[in-house]
C-alpha cells in the first residue's frame, strides 16, 4: 500500500480525488496532512452556469482517528463565483458540510464510542483528542431520540436519580415488556409530573373518530410497590390489568426477614450466636447448598456445615425459625402458582403471615393485603413469560454502571438520550 493509498484510507476518500497530499509530523507528535482536491469544476447551484474558481481558502480540521496521536487536515478549499449570478460558494468535500473544524470521520467515532455505557466524555474526549465540553456538543447535536409509542404491556420503574437538573431523587423509567425496548426517561416520579406527562400523550394522540389515544393501547402494565404509579395506572389506563412485579415483593420479604435476624443478634448477649448471625447470615439465603463438607470451626471447637450452624440457630432463636419458614413459603408460593390458583394460596399466605405475631412481618402482611389484586395479576404470562420487571431491572444495571462510571450527571435532558442511546440498540445518531 502505498503512503498516498495509506492516507486516503485514513481520510476515508478516493485516490484520484486528490490533486496534491503532504503529510507532516509536528514536533509534538501530532499527524498534519496537507491537502487539496481535484478540481471537479461545478455548476452554479442558482443559475446551473459554470463558473470559475474565486480563491482558497484554508481550513484546519481535526480528524481523530488515531488514539494515541492528534491528527489535524489542512484543507485547501477552493471557493466558487459565477460570474452571471455572480453567487460565491465552497467546493464540496467528502470532510464536513459545516463551519465546525471537525471531520465527519471524528464525529462518527465519538459517537460510536459513546454507545458503550462504560465509556464516559472525559474518555471518549481524551482519546479523541478533543476537550470533554466538545464531545458534549458533538452527542447533543447528533443524538435526540424521541420516545416509542407505548406498548401492549409496559413495565414502569424508578431509578435514584439525585444529581439531576431537576427537583427530584429519582426518574422513572418506562419499557416494552415484550421487546426489552426502553420507550422513555421521565425526570421525576412525582404523581404531578406524571400526570402531566400522561395527560400530553392522551391530548396529542387522542383520536375523534375512535374516541382513543395511545393510552388505549396499554393492556397490561407491571408496576413496583409504589402507590402513585397504582394511582396513576387505575386513572389513565383503566382498561388494562395492573401487576405488582415480584422481584420488588421479594425484596420487601427479603428485607423483613433480615429485621428478624438482626433483632436476633441485638436481644442475645451470647457471643457465639451474635458470631453465628453475623458471619453466616448466607445460611438462610433461599436455596443455598447447606450439606457442604463440614469443617473445623474455632467458636464452636468442633467441625460443622452449613446446616448445622442453621440448625443450631433455628434451635436458639424460634421466631427466627418460624419467620425463614414464612419467607421460604413465600417464595415457593411466588415460584409454583398460577393466575388460577393465585388468589387462593395468597388468601392462605396472607392469613399464616397475620398469625405468626412476628412484628417485623406485619408491613408485609400489609403490603399482601392492600395490593392482593396487583400480586396474583402478576401471574399472568405473556408469550411463555411471566410479567414482571426483571428486563428493567436488568436495564437498571446497565443504567446504575453508566451513572457510576461518569460519576453522575446533571444535564437530564443529555442523560435522557444517552440512556435511551446505550440501551437501546436500535437507537442511534444523526449526522
Not at 489535524?72 to 459545516?98: D, W
Not at 387522542?206 to 394511582?231: A, H, M, Q
Amino acid at each position: 500500500m502505498s503512503l498516498n493509498q495509506f492516507i486516503t484510507e485514513i481520510l476515508n476518500i478516493k485516490e484520484e480525488d486528490l490533486e496534491d497530499v503532504q503529510p507532516f509530523k509536528q514536533s509534538d507528535d501530532t499527524l498534519l496532512i496537507k491537502l487539496k482536491l481535484k478540481n471537479h469544476q461545478p455548476l452554479c447551484p442558482y443559475c446551473n452556469k459554470e463558473v470559475k474558481i474565486h480563491g482558497y481558502y484554508p481550513r484546519r480540521l481535526t480528524h481523530s482517528t488515531f488514539s494515541n496521536r492528534k491528527c489535524l487536515i489542512i484543507y485547501q478549499q477552493r471557493r466558487y463565483r459565477c460570474p452571471n449570478c455572480e453567487l460565491t460558494f465552497h467546493e464540496p468535500n467528502p470532510f464536513i458540510n459545516s463551519k465546525e473544524n471537525l471531520t465527519f470521520e471524528t464525529k462518527i467515532n465519538v459517537l460510536k464510542e459513546l454507545k458503550y455505557p462504560e465509556q464516559t466524555y472525559t474518555a471518549v474526549a481524551r482519546r479523541c483528542n478533543l476537550s470533554t465540553t466538545k464531545v458534549q456538543r458533538i452527542f447533543d447535536q447528533h443524538v435526540n431520540i424521541p420516545r416509542k409509542a407505548l406498548p401492549r404491556v409496559l413495565s414502569m420503574d424508578e431509578h435514584y436519580f439525585p444529581e439531576s437538573n431537576y427537583d427530584s431523587l429519582y426518574c422513572c423509567l418506562l419499557m416494552n415488556f415484550e421487546t426489552g425496548e426502553m420507550v422513555d426517561i421521565l425526570p421525576d416520579r412525582k404523581k404531578s409530573y406524571l400526570i402531566h406527562y400522561l395527560s400530553s400523550i392522551k391530548k396529542d394522540t387522542f383520536k375523534d373518530n375512535t374516541l382513543k389515544s395511545e393510552l388505549d393501547n396499554v393492556e397490561y402494565l407491571s408496576i413496583d410497590l409504589f402507590d402513585n404509579f397504582r394511582e396513576l395506572a387505575h386513572t389513565y389506563f383503566p382498561k388494562a390489568t395492573v401487576c405488582a412485579d415480584s422481584f420488588h415483593v421479594l425484596q420487601h420479604i427479603t428485607k423483613d426477614f433480615r429485621d428478624v435476624r438482626l433483632r436476633c443478634r441485638r436481644t442475645t448477649e451470647n457471643t457465639v450466636l451474635i458470631y453465628l448471625l453475623t458471619k453466616f447470615k448466607h445460611v438462610f439465603h433461599h436455596a443455598i447448598y447447606l450439606d457442604n463438607v463440614p469443617k473445623y470451626n474455632k467458636r464452636l471447637k468442633r467441625d460443622v456445615n452449613y446446616r448445622e450452624i442453621r440448625d443450631i440457630l433455628f434451635a436458639s432463636f424460634p421466631d427466627l425459625r418460624l419467620a425463614y419458614d414464612l419467607k421460604e413459603y413465600y417464595i415457593a408460593f411466588n415460584e409454583s402458582a398460577s393466575v388460577e390458583d393465585a388468589e387462593g394460596r395468597l388468601a392462605e399466605i396472607t392469613y399464616r403471615f397475620a398469625d405468626s405475631n412476628i412484628r417485623e412481618y406485619d408491613e408485609f402482611y400489609t403490603l399482601l393485603t392492600n395490593w392482593k389484586a396487583e400480586i396474583v395479576n402478576s401471574f399472568i404470562e405473556i408469550n411463555g413469560t411471566r410479567i414482571n420487571n426483571s428486563y428493567i431491572e436488568s436495564k437498571n444495571r446497565q443504567l446504575e454502571k453508566l451513572l457510576y462510571n461518569a460519576n453522575g450527571f446533571t444535564n437530564f435532558k443529555r442523560t435522557r438520550n444517552r440512556i435511551l442511546y446505550c440501551l437501546n440498540r436500535n437507537d442511534t445518531f444523526i449526522i
